[in-house]
């Protein structure tokens, strides 16, 4: 039972352009949700979060956007650049606890010149 | 300032072979993780830790053991390896974040590539 779900395995976008990366989750109990990014042959290094008391979170031109009733939450990425190719992966927890992250499978993310 | 290290960086192994993967960290992080990430899947939680002498399963543990005697040190342990143990394996730590909702992520090394053949 996939708890995390990013639909999109991939995505290609225009240098300037807007990239709108997509995750869904099935758990209520998930208060905190984080963005992660990935080059080959790396480890994912962190990107952004949101908590559940918040609808949006911006940090320079990633803003992530969290829908609690839709269960639903997506990273913008404005403009984008072709550095921002990588693979992005979408993750919730629970706070409090031991913070243990539950991701999606990821969308590869193509930011053509 | 080296963060998460993970060694060895690739590794092949053969059927019934046993192993450990070494990941240290530098940070007095109290949190550990080890994740593993199949080709065209998200990373899956093997074991995980919450401080030296305390570990638990997560949701893939078979196969596998773990210790923390230490702060710095999660090893992971592969003591009969099989082919569905090919993956790339992740180490990850993080801060104790109870007392607040400060931003405190997992950090990640770049990971060991194991297959078994």
């Known amino acids: 039972d996939q708890q995390v779900k990013q639909n999109s395995p991939s995505l290609s976008v225009q240098e300037g352009r807007i990239s709108i990366l997509n995750c869904d989750y099935t758990?209520?109990?998930?208060?905190?949700f984080l963005w992660y990014k990935k080059y080959p042959a790396e480890g994912p290094t962190f990107l952004i979060s949101?908590?559940?008391?918040?609808d949006k979170n911006e940090d320079g031109r990633f803003t992530v956007f969290l829908n609690k009733s839709a269960k639903h939450l997506s990273l913008h990425i404005v403009p984008s650049q072709p550095g921002d190719s990588a693979v992005y992966f979408c993750?919730?927890?629970?706070?409090?606890?031991?913070?243990?992250?539950?991701f999606g499978k990821g969308t590869k993310l193509t930011v053509n010149p | 300032n080296a963060g998460v290290t993970q060694t060895p960086k690739f590794r092949i192994l053969k059927i019934g072979q046993s192993m450990t993967l070494q990941c240290t960290q530098d940070m007095n992080h109290n949190y550990m993780y080890w994740y593993r990430q199949d080709p065209g899947m998200g990373l899956k939680l093997i074991y995980y830790s919450v401080g030296a002498g305390i570990t638990d399963k997560g949701e893939v543990p078979n196969g596998y053991n773990v210790s923390r005697s230490t702060t710095e040190d999660f090893p992971l342990r592969l003591e009969l390896a099989a082919p569905s143990q090919t993956s790339v394996y992740f180490c990850?730590?993080?801060?104790?974040?109870?007392?607040?909702?400060?931003?405190?992520?997992?950090?990640f090394g770049d990971g060991t590539r194991l297959s078994i053949l």
């Open positions: 758990n209520s109990m998930f208060d905190y």
């Open positions: 949101i908590s559940s008391i918040k």
């Open positions: 990850a730590s993080s801060a104790d974040i109870r007392s607040s909702y400060s931003n405190q992520p997992q950090h």
């Open positions: 993750a919730a927890t629970t706070r409090g606890g031991s913070e243990k992250l539950v």
